[in-house]
Structures are given as structure tokens and as C-alpha cells.
């Protein structure tokens, strides 16, 4: 099983940048693809990005590719997700999630294992 903690969230200006982390109980965190989703209030869960097992392979959404970086450090069990270019469409509740495969999807359903989130506010 494994054990998910987001941190890092917070309230920044259009513009502006935010690196989250996700901390990762256990000891076979390098077997498990990474991915993070994000939740507006009053909308559907939305897939953000997602890394491979290894960190050799990443995707991301087409409204943060360019903006938003993935990466992981399996020595830490640590996936990091860096932010710039920050918009007020990017508020939301961000989720880290773990899925037990190589590579990741962007299909909630796919993954087991998941944080509680934190919030991130952007203001205009």
C-alpha cells in the first residue's frame, strides 16, 4: 500500500509560480507511475500530468503543457509538480496519485492510490 501527502499549495498572483510535492510511504515507490489531477469547485476532476516509473516518460494536459513540469526522485519518494505561468483557471484542489505500472495514464480510474490534496489559488 502506499501513502500519499500533498504539500506545497497556496494563494499566488496570475503570473506567478508554485512547486507542489507528494510524499510517498513505502518501499516500492519506484515501481509506481505518478500522475496529478486537479478539481475546480463545481467541475470534474481533470488530469494535470503523470511520469513514469522510472521519470523516463512524462505527459501533461494541453492546458499545462508548457507551463506545469512533473518530476520524481524515487531515492525520496517525492514527485514534485513545478507551476509557472499561472492562471485563475488553475484554481483548484491538486491530487497526487499513484498507479501500479510502468507508465502512467491520464484516467482517474486507473489509479490506486491517492492524496487528500491541496489547494491552489490564483488571483487575477
Known amino acids: 500500500q502506499v501513502q500519499l501527502v500533498e504539500s506545497g499549495g497556496g494563494l499566488v498572483q496570475a503570473g506567478g509560480s508554485l512547486r507542489l510535492s507528494c510524499a510517498a510511504s513505502?518501499?516500492?515507490?519506484?515501481?509506481?507511475?505518478m500522475g496529478w489531477f486537479r478539481q475546480a469547485p463545481g467541475k470534474e476532476g481533470e488530469f494535470v500530468a503523470t511520469i513514469s516509473a522510472n521519470g523516463g516518460t512524462t505527459d501533461y494536459s494541453d492546458s499545462v503543457k508548457g507551463r506545469f513540469t512533473i518530476s520524481r526522485d524515487n531515492a525520496k519518494n517525492t514527485v514534485d509538480l513545478q507551476m509557472n505561468s499561472l492562471k485563475p483557471e488553475d484554481t483548484a484542489v491538486y491530487y497526487c496519485?499513484?498507479?501500479?505500472?510502468?507508465?502512467?495514464?491520464?484516467?482517474?480510474?486507473?489509479?490506486?492510490?491517492w492524496g487528500r490534496g491541496t489547494q491552489v489559488t490564483v488571483s487575477s
Open positions: 513505502g518501499r516500492t515507490f519506484s515501481r509506481y507511475a
Open positions: 496519485a499513484a498507479q501500479p505500472t510502468n507508465r502512467g495514464t491520464y484516467l482517474y480510474t486507473t489509479y490506486a492510490y
